[in-house]
T-cell receptor, first 113, second 115 residues
Framework: AQSVTQLDSQVPVFEEAPVELRCNYS??????LFWYVQYPNQGLQLLLK??????LVKGINGFEAEFNKSQTSFHLRKPSVHISDTAEYFC???????????FGKGTLLTVNP | NAGVTQTPKFQVLKTGQSMTLQCAQD?????MYWYRQDPGMGLRLIYY???????DKGEVPNGYNVSRLNKREFSLRLESAAPSQTSVYFC??????????????FGPGTRLTVT
């Protein structure tokens, strides 16, 4: 079975600062990796996904993530955050052989003025 | 194209009452899922339906039942609600495989409080 660990439950940053949200996964087989964002009182929206190929994946709203197979990590980054990026971010993993997603517990990103 | 819709948006139940949460998708997806979200726990899979006519238990199925009514609709039933079932419930759908479309699409959620 696969598992996902989001290393920080909360990340406060100031507006226009860079941010990195960390995600590590464990799986004995190849996986697909995802980052979802949840704005307050809303459902989850896909930010980006890694299926194969280039290890640097670009998503919506200026976010990107890098897949590192040797470190089993998929950290999310943004060079300059906005107030509107305040949300909860979830890392998720799916084995290539089935369709079930396993989610991390989430990281609450708070962007302060 | 409404995506994934859920009804109701909010519900308050007394312990022991029953209710059904409804979910529908219009994206012609094969697979549908029910999750619950609790603070600090992330999303946990309750039940899923890989394709029309099949359902399987997820990580936390106790106290719930599901029905895959047709390809579009997947309902979640609480037969005898308990305070531990106070949560936000999300429905999601996806293609089963192929085409690179592996992501799940989520509904807006149902906030359920059991008193």
């Amino acid at each position: 079975a696969q598992s996902v660990t989001q290393l920080d439950s909360q990340v406060p940053v100031f507006e226009e600062a860079p941010v990195e949200l960390r995600c590590n996964y464990s799986s004995s087989v190849s996986v697909y990796l995802f980052w979802y964002v949840q704005y307050p009182n809303q459902g989850l929206q896909l930010l980006l996904k890694y299926l194969s190929g280039s290890t640097l994946v670009k998503g919506i709203n200026g976010f990107e993530a890098e897949f590192n197979k040797s470190q089993t990590s998929f950290h999310l980054r943004k060079p300059s955050v906005h107030i509107s990026d305040t949300a909860e971010y979830f890392c998720a993993v799916r084995r290539r052989s089935n369709y079930k997603l396993t989610f991390g517990k989430g990281t609450l990103l708070t962007v302060n003025p | 194209n409404a995506g994934v819709t859920q009804t109701p948006k909010f519900q308050v139940l007394k312990t022991g009452q029953s209710m059904t949460l409804q979910c529908a998708q219009d994206m012609n997806h094969n697979s549908m899922y029910w999750y619950r979200q609790d603070p600090g726990m992330g999303l946990r899979l309750i039940y899923y339906s890989a394709s029309e006519g099949t359902t399987d238990k997820g990580e936390v199925p106790n106290g719930y039942n599901v029905s895959r009514l047709n390809k579009r609709e997947f309902s979640l039933r609480l037969e005898s609600a308990a305070p531990s079932q106070t949560s936000v419930y999300f429905c999601a759908s996806s293609f089963l495989s192929g085409g690179g479309n592996y992501e799940q699409y989520f509904g807006p959620g149902t906030r359920l409080t059991v008193t």
